[in-house]
C-alpha cells in the first residue's frame, strides 16, 4: 500500500499538467514568430507570385506547426479530464 | 502588390526604407534552438545584409563568441547544454561591449528582469514581430557604434579609440592623452551638456573644485585644435551649465 499522501500526489499532478501546458505555450510560440515574420516580410519585400507563392508555402508549414501544437494541448486536456 | 488602408501601408514603407538606409555590414550570431525560427530569423537578418551565424546551442554559441568577433548576439534562453542565462554569465566579465537581445518564449516578468540583471541589453518575447526585431537591432547596433564603439563621429569630427587618432574634415589633429580623454568623453555624450564637474570625475577621476578652472583650460586646447580652421562651431559652452559636442 502506498504512503503517499492523496493530496501531495493530486498537487504533483497539477504541477505536472501546469509544466506540460507550460512546455506546450513555449512550442506554440516559435512557429508564431515565424508566421508572423514571414507575413511582415512578404508585405515588405515580395514582388513576384513566386515570392508570394514562397511566403504562402513556408507559413503553410507553421501553420501545421502550430496544429501540432494545438494537438498536444488537446491531450493534456483530456488527459486532465 | 495589394494596398493595404493608408496608414498601415506608409507604416510598411517607411519601415522598408529603415531598413535599406542601414549601413549593415555588421556580423550577428544568432543562437536559437528552433531550426525553423533560426534559419528563419538568418535568412531574414541577411535580407537586412547583415551577416549572419546560427548556433543551436549555448556551448557552440560559446565557442563561436570566443573564436569570432561578432558585433551582436542574438540569444535564445531557453538553449541546450548551456542555457541562454548561463552563457551571458560567463560571456559578460570578457565581452562587457557586446550588445545582446535576448529572446524568450516564457511570459514570466522575471525571466525578462533576470536576463537585463544579468547583462542582456534588451529583450523580446515570442511572438515577436520581426519588423520590431529588425528595429530593436538596428538600435542596439547604433548605441554600439555612438557610445561604446570603436568610431565616434560628430558632423565631420571622426575619433579613433583604438588608433588613438582624431580627424577634423578628414585632416588629422594632435591631441595629447588628457587632451584627447576629454574630447572622447564630450563625443560619447555627443549633443547632451556635460557639466565641469561630469569632466573632472570622468575624465580626471577626481573630484571636482569649483576654484580650479583645469577643465576649462583644457577645454580651451581642444576647441582650438578641433574648431579653429572650420567655420561650423561643434564644441560649445552652454552657459551656467559647462560643455556639449554637437553639429547642430
Known amino acids: 500500500m502506498s504512503t503517499e499522501n492523496p493530496g501531495i500526489r493530486t498537487e504533483n499532478s497539477v504541477n505536472s499538467i501546469t509544466v506540460s501546458i507550460s512546455e506546450v505555450l513555449h512550442q506554440t510560440a516559435q512557429p508564431l514568430t515565424v508566421l508572423l515574420g514571414i507575413l511582415e516580410l512578404a508585405l515588405l519585400q515580395a514582388e513576384t507570385i513566386t515570392d508570394y507563392r514562397e511566403s504562402v508555402e513556408r507559413s503553410l508549414f507553421e501553420v501545421s506547426r502550430l496544429i501540432d501544437c494545438l494537438n498536444q494541448a488537446r491531450k493534456i486536456a483530456v488527459g486532465r479530464a | ?248
Not at chain 2, 561630469?198 to 576647441?223: C, Q
Not at chain 2, 561650423?232 to 554637437?246: E, P, S
Open chain 2, 1 to 248: 502588390m495589394p494596398r493595404l488602408n493608408g496608414r498601415r501601408f506608409i507604416l510598411q514603407e517607411q519601415i522598408a526604407e529603415k531598413s535599406a538606409s542601414i549601413p549593415s555590414s555588421a556580423k550577428l550570431l544568432v543562437a536559437e534552438d528552433d531550426v525553423p525560427l533560426a534559419q528563419f530569423l538568418k535568412r531574414g537578418l541577411q535580407g537586412s545584409k547583415y551577416e549572419v551565424d546560427l548556433v543551436h546551442d549555448g556551448e557552440i554559441a560559446l565557442q563561436s563568441l570566443n573564436t569570432s568577433k561578432y558585433d551582436l548576439l542574438v540569444l535564445d534562453l531557453n538553449l541546450p547544454k548551456l542555457d541562454g542565462m548561463a552563457l551571458l554569465a560567463k560571456i559578460r566579465p570578457s565581452m562587457p561591449g557586446l550588445p545582446v537581445l535576448v529572446l524568450t518564449g516564457r511570459t514570466g516578468l522575471e525571466d525578462r528582469i533576470m536576463a537585463l540583471d544579468q547583462g542582456a541589453d534588451d529583450c523580446l518575447l515570442k511572438p515577436f514581430s520581426f519588423n520590431e526585431l529588425g528595429a530593436r537591432t538596428r538600435a542596439l547596433l547604433r548605441r554600439k557604434n555612438n557610445g561604446c564603439g570603436r568610431v565616434l563621429q560628430v558632423g565631420d569630427l571622426v575619433l579613433d579609440r583604438e588608433r588613438f587618432m582624431v580627424e577634423r574634415a578628414g585632416k588629422r589633429i594632435d591631441l595629447t592623452s588628457k587632451e584627447f580623454s576629454l574630447l572622447e568623453y564630450l563625443m560619447v555624450n555627443s549633443r547632451k551638456p556635460v557639466t565641469r564637474a561630469m569632466i573632472m570625475e570622468n575624465v580626471w577621476k577626481a573630484p571636482y573644485d569649483a576654484n580650479s578652472n583645469l577643465v576649462d583650460v583644457y577645454v580651451k586646447y581642444v576647441r582650438d585644435k578641433v574648431d579653429m580652421d572650420s567655420p561650423v562651431k561643434l564644441l560649445r559652452t552652454i552657459r551656467g551649465i559647462g560643455y556639449v559636442v554637437a553639429d547642430n
